[in-house]
């Protein structure tokens, strides 16, 4: 987690991981950026079972105070729209999220859940 100089934390970013304003202009600058759905995507596909992975970009940061802002997320869900148990995984970045993406299709495919 990062903070700004006067030690508020930053906790919402934009997709390209620089942080939106701080207060409430970057808050309401970040809710109106979350109801374009479009632009929160950043990779689906179904796979051959029907599962379906899912990349996000989340613009809020998920992390221990310890570590990068995690700002993306992939999912896989059942046939069912169910979030699949330990299918979670965040991101830092863009360039990983979409490696991350490509990795847990691979993986399912594989596996043929």
């Keep these: 987690m990062k903070y ?6 930053i906790r919402f970013y934009r997709r390209d991981g620089t942080p939106y304003p701080q207060g409430n202009d970057g808050v309401l600058e970040w809710e109106n950026d979350m109801t374009d759905l479009d ?3 950043v990779k689906q596909e179904v796979l051959p079972n029907g599962y379906q992975v899912s990349t996000i970009w989340l613009g809020l940061d998920h992390s221990s105070p310890w ?3 995690l700002i993306f997320e992939t999912m896989v869900f059942d046939r069912a729209d169910k979030p699949v148990n330990g299918s ?6 863009e360039h990983d999220a979409i490696a991350g993406h490509i990795e847990t ?4 495919v594989k596996r043929q859940v």
């Design 105 to 108: 299709v691979d993986d399912y």
């Design 67 to 69: 570590e990068e802002p």
């Design 4 to 9: 700004w100089p006067d030690g508020e934390l």
């Design 88 to 93: 979670m995984r965040r991101y830092f970045n």
């Design 39 to 41: 632009a929160k995507v």
